[in-house]
């Protein structure tokens, strides 16, 4: 997994503590989030 996204410039990786945080998020102007883990059937 690691060569790939190595090999692709287009592909952003960061550690969970970035990825996760809200100040973060709250910088992306086209936020969206999707959760199923409360989908029910």
Known sequence: MYEFLHE????????????????????NPSMASINSAVATE
């Open 8 to 27: 692709k410039s287009t592909i952003g990786f960061a550690p969970v503590q970035h990825v996760n945080d809200p100040t973060v998020i709250a910088s």
